[in-house]
């Protein structure tokens, strides 16, 4: 097997507190698969019958409204695991999974991971604090929206994006890959022009900086 799938499995949020073990039996249980960019690895409304394990890439996760606007629910990357809440559940998949990038995964049916996590029961309790903070963090997420303004909301997307890979510095700088204008106006339900405004304005400021591959976000 993979040593990096295995090195990958056992940094994850969702799998990262399991023994070497089980992060071994894991890695035997699914197989990679490569995306190119622009593709659709998960559609809305589908069955949900297996678990992906970012291995390299980006991809985003998004809803469609009535016509057609694009509401950006997280942007993912390597390291990152999604469709977990389809297995459980037996509902259709709730959002839509296109590549940014280039990407591969590693995907575990569902199946598979039901019946080993029976007789594993470490597997369970990861997944219940896992789901747990997706859904924490869903709170957090709607709470912002819903009473911050504009610069508000981008600084808050900027947090949340940093406590799941960014970088967070003691001194009070917040790091993160940069976004385009269009995709952080569908991660916030504003338009891109209202972003461009409150992204200037936070810049002039002294709140952000924007270099060539990432935002500064002072705090």
Known sequence: MDDKIEDIIANTRIFGALNSKDIKALAELGEKRHWNKGQQIINEGDKGDSLYLMLSGKVKVVLYGEEGKEIVLSVMKSGDVFGEMSLFDGEPRSA????VEDTECFI???SA????MKNHPS???SFLSHLSRRLREADRKIGGLALLDVCGRIAHTFLEIAN???NIQKNGIVAIERLTHEDLAAMIGSSREVVSRALKKMTQEGYVETEKDKFILHI
């Not at 839509?96 to 590549?99: G, I, L, R």
């Not at 991971?113 to 080993?116: A, C």
């Open 123 to 125: 597997i369970a309790f």
């Open 113 to 116: 991971l039901v019946d080993y």
């Open 108 to 110: 575990i049916r569902g």
């Open 164 to 166: 799941t890979g960014g």
């Open 96 to 99: 839509n999974v296109e590549t």
